[in-house]
């Protein structure tokens, strides 16, 4: 069960990463100051915020999970008296 903690964990480092980067690139976008067209910056904006939101959610799901799997091993072990 630590393993889908430690997984929570590093799908939360890459969605805040990905988040970093999605506000460096929207900064750039904003202050027309980019190598890239509007098009790719865009479209780039769009694919981070989607894999942040979906990475933070995952690591969500994974947490909540473990917590739950957690605590239904202690009312297990209160129960079973151990």
Do not use: P, W
Request: glycine content about 2%; proline content about 0%; aromatic content about 8%.
């Amino acid at each position: 069960m630590a393993d889908m903690l430690e997984l929570s964990t590093q799908y939360r480092a890459v969605g805040i990463s990905c988040r970093r980067r999605l506000l460096e690139l929207e900064r750039r976008l904003r202050d027309n100051y980019s190598e890239h067209n509007e098009y790719e910056l865009k479209r780039e904006i769009t694919m981070l915020t989607a894999m942040s939101r979906d990475c933070i959610a995952t690591s969500n799901y994974l947490r909540a999970y473990f917590e739950r799997r957690e605590h239904l091993e202690r009312l297990r072990r209160q129960q079973a008296g151990i």
